[in-house]
């Protein structure tokens, strides 16, 4: 999807709303094995929230206490733009990326892996994945404890559907 689209589908929505994003990228594989696994691609849907990270509760209270600094740009984000309501990160390499917060309480998205256009198990690619592919994520209240809040950096290229 292209930032156009993008916006046209986000920006009559109101601040704090929930949204239902699906991502198809490909999977990240490792170079040895690539040919032998041939095209894996996640297909995973997420429910995040239009909503800035530095304003979720857990990082306003981490801030405000002392805990920690306010939230900046991770160091591979060139700049932020806010572009027809709403905000896009500009990645030191060239992508564009929509960044927003996970919403409720389970930061986990729902994943189909696809092995050459068919849908398959984790445990049958699994082999061929990076660790980074297996790793699980922190959870919400793990997240929470750090003064900091979930949040997903979605490259537009890899977005398919939004809800």
């Not at 068919?118 to 997240?143: G, H, N, Q, W, Y």
Request: net charge neutral.
């Amino acid at each position: 999807m292209n930032a156009q689209d993008i916006i046209q589908k986000l920006e009559s929505r109101k601040a704090g709303q929930a949204v239902s994003i699906t991502v198809n990228r490909p999977g990240k594989v490792r170079k040895a094995l690539a040919a032998e696994a041939g095209d894996i691609r996640k297909v995973s849907t997420y429910s995040l929230q239009l909503a800035a990270y530095g304003a979720r509760q857990p990082v306003k209270d981490a801030v405000q206490s002392g805990e920690r600094e306010a939230p900046t740009l991770p160091e591979w984000v060139e700049r932020s733009e806010r572009v027809g309501g709403v905000n896009f990160w500009f990645g030191k390499n060239g992508g564009v990326y929509l960044a927003l917060p996970v919403f409720g309480d389970k930061g986990n998205a729902r994943v189909q892996w696809l092995r050459n256009g068919e849908k398959v198990e984790k445990s049958e690619i699994e082999k061929f994945l990076l660790a980074s592919e297996t790793t699980e994520r922190p959870t919400k209240d793990e997240t929470e404890e750090k003064g900091q809040a979930q949040f997903n950096a979605i490259s537009l290229e890899n977005i398919a559907e939004i809800h």
